[in-house]
């Protein structure tokens, strides 16, 4: 048994390392540094990184890289080893303040939606101190934000930073008028639940569609896939209990909580979650564990899926950001308190959520866009494309007696009155669950359910603390400006209530009904892609962002673009691959199927007495299927021409999301229905069944 307490953490150059290593004076002005956001002298950031490589250095590490989140959405590292030269032709370890401090990588290839062009390819990256320094298979990485020559976001982290700073100046401002001034910090704080596929390696790379795309654009439906729901919380298997150990060890040396492990319900689909952090560090973990997941997988012979759904009929992959705030005093927001003054503050901040959801629906549902989440969201395991709120039967009883000044009839039998009457308290457990909700209330913290597998968390965080800060913001200033705080409190959570609360719903939302019931509340219904990104470049958007400092209009604009483009861009591979396994592997294996039912019939006919019904009948429906083939082939192939002529970006996109999938799926249903009928050994893919119990 390893010492797992001594193993955690051990790559990591945090706190405690930092302490015990560093001179105590600089070890302090760094801990203010960090807890101010001042600007890092440089002499300080000198003794820093010395003392960072020593560690780094007997860690086995041989270079440093600065590790940043750029528009990509995965993680990027350049890696500089630490020699550099002296006399003799020898070499010394060398790390300075300035390399620790900020890098500046030839930046031309990353997405920069126009913000950076490449003649001036120039892009900082600068420490971020919040988030500890790392060791990577023999690197040492400095967690790092990203921007232009001109200081513009280039990445995920700098937003994800700003809304943290926007969301604790408001919430302290609302904290403030509660009485509470001992909080010097209020942050968000982020728990990230990730799904996963694993398949076997070789059976991944038989298949270009996986490879390519991350997802299967063919396969007939298996003979069994979830209908059971026996592999949820199933026992694990030998080969995928090895794997989850391994990364656990891996993701634990680096600090990262990983705590709960379980097999999903659909076949191969398993679930990893860590212990909440910061919004950021959550952020940071969440990459490192996807980029975890997938090398460890291809240590033990498999490959991770993160993919938002690679098997059609099956479900989806998601990750649940269970979200709240709290103070650096320990106390968490969202957290029902015992006594009628904390309730009190306890339902504003509940409301303001409530508000914030409401106001900013359409943001929320442009923060977990991408081509991927457009097969998921509305399929039937996930949240629909309509945001709506779950609070559960007790909560939304309490703030509708709030509304109506009525009495709540549940334990107590008396009118809540803000200020005076304390609340019940709220079962926390599996009690009151919704499982369909795309933004749960649960007890402590709401679960946003919407986000994707594949997508770094930190678009929806970014929009949930920006907008939350509004709401905070707007609650402020008005009752900074109230002479009787208790009365204007109770009218402020009565009346938000009152005009938000139709985002509250704590029904199915996977019935039909809602579908429709949503539309009468007024709530939006964003399906794809196309339909939701024209809401990030509204006047509301950019006015939002705007005023909290967390994206220029110039910086949304640039996002708009790069997610625009990698839309149309992921769409285009998606098609161009079924042309390439279409043309290079099915019809070449529907041919030969053919000409060997073709050459059995002949023999059998100049033999004269035997019966070849079998040979015409399979001959005659796959020639007619793969004429069919031969069509969707066709029809895909011009729409994607057309689509590629398209100058302007939005129609691209929409013709993409319209047209060419539609073209798509009709080519795979020929495709299936061919798999259906062909020998399995002329079948050049492996098969769902293959894909599905190839781990055992
Ligand atoms: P559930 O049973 O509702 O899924 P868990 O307690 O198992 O709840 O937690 C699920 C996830 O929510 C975990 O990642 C956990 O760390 C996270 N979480 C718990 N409390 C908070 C909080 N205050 N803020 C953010 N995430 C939290
Ligand atoms: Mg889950």
Known sequence: MKNIPELFASMVFNDETMRSRLPKDIYQA?????????HLEMELANVVANDMKEWALEKGATHFSHWFQPMTGFTAEKHDSFISP????????EFSGKELVRGEPDASSFPSGGLRATFEARGYTVWDITSYAFI???????????????GEALDKKTPLLRSMDAIDKQARRVLKLFGNTSVRRVFPTVGPEQEYFLIDKNAYLKRADLVFTGRTLFGARPPKGQELDDHYFGSLSPRVSAFMKELEEELWKLG????????EVAPAQHELALIFATANIATDHNQLTMEMMKSVAYKHGLVCLLHEKPFAGLNGSGKHNNWSLSTDTGANLLEPGDTPHENAQFLLFLVAVVKAVDDYQELLRVSVENAGNDHRLGANEAPPAIVSIFLGDELTQVLESIESGSA?????????????????????DATDRNRTSPFAFTGNKFEFRMTGSSVSIAGPNIVLNTAVAETLSQFADLLENTKDFNASLARLIQETFRAHKRIVFNGNNY?????????????????????ALPAFISEKSISVFARHCVFSKTEIHSR????????????????????????????PASIAYQHELASLLESKKACGSYDSSLESFLLG??????????????????AVEEAKREQNMEAQAALLGSKVLGCMSELRLAADELESLIAKKHWPLPSYAELLYSVI
């Open 30 to 38: 760094l801990k203010k540094t960090m807890k101010e956001g001042t």
């Open 86 to 93: 002296v006399d003799d032709g020898k070499v010394i370890m």
């Open 136 to 150: 990577k298979d023999g690197t040492l990485c400095i967690p790092t934000a990203f921007c232009s020559y001109g």
């Open 256 to 263: 990262i909580m990983a705590k709960t492990k379980h097999n």
């Open 408 to 428: 709540y009839h549940n334990k107590e039998k008396y009118p809540m009155e803000i200020g005076v009457t304390a609340l019940p308290h709220f079962p926390k």
């Open 511 to 531: 019935s039909v009904d809602w579908v429709k019931e949503a539309a009468a509340r007024g709530l939006s219904n964003l399906k794809t892609t196309v339909d």
């Open 560 to 587: 708009y673009e790069i997610l625009t483009e990698c839309y149309s861009k992921t769409l285009c591979i998606e098609a161009l691959t079924m042309l390439y396994i279409t043309k290079g592997e099915i019809i």
């Open 621 to 638: 429906q796959i020639a007619s299927v793969s004429a069919r083939l031969l069509e969707k082939l066709n029809a895909l192939e011009h």
